[in-house]
């Protein structure tokens, strides 16, 4: 898997070691959390390095996940990984039902309110744990006096529409919030 920046989409990073047999640590970003156990073939990014690895084995832990890599037996190896992002290949995601996204698939959309009314693009979202997920919309109108909007990621009563072949998202949002 020789993979461009572009094609890898980051899933969580390696914290810290655990144990003395080469586990580390692992902050998933995925939704379960031990999703980002099905991908096999990681791409270890950190400071513009980039190195492809394997996982043996992996498992819940706490709060949190750890995996033991191909090749790293060792404590101190283990400790070499700590602070690299996890990636795997866009083309490794399962395809998602109609009317779910990515968030990769979200961030640079304009969203525009039902009426028509230009807000501004998704800069990221944001997990806001057992409630819903929000879309953070910066503005690029130069007569709007919001520079962001966080808009709340609420299907049919908020979010109207998404239609990713034109980059756009219709929200049914007061834009003086």
């Known amino acids: 898997m ?3 920046a ?5 899933l969580g990073k390696i914290t810290s070691v655990y144990g003395v047999r080469g586990w580390v640590k692992v902050y998933s970003y995925t939704d379960p959390m031990d999703g980002i156990l099905a991908y096999q073939d ?3 990014r950190r400071n513009g390095e980039q190195r492809q690895v394997r996982v043996e084995r992996g498992k819940s832990h706490g709060k949190g996940m750890i995996a033991h890599l191909e090749g790293v037996d060792d404590r101190l190896e283990a400790e070499q990984l700590a602070g690299y992002e996890i990636a795997v290949a866009r083309s490794s995601l399962p395809e998602l039902p109609e009317g779910e ?3 990769w698939q979200l961030e640079g959309l304009q969203v525009d309110t039902v009426e028509g009314l230009e807000l501004g693009k998704v800069s990221h979202l944001i997990s ?10 910066t503005s690029t109108r130069a007569d709007d006096d919001k520079a962001e909007r966080l ?3 609420l ?20 834009p003086d919030f």
Do not use: F, H
């Open 42 to 44: 990681w791409v270890l």
């Open 6 to 10: 572009s094609e890898l989409i980051t």
């Open 151 to 153: 808009i709340p990621w």
């Open 128 to 137: 806001a744990g057992s409630a819903n997920d929000v879309l953070v919309v």
């Open 155 to 174: 299907w049919e009563e908020v979010v109207k529409s998404v239609d990713l072949d034109a980059k756009r998202i219709t929200v049914d949002w007061d």
């Open 101 to 103: 996204y990515y968030w």
């Open 2 to 4: 020789s993979e461009s």
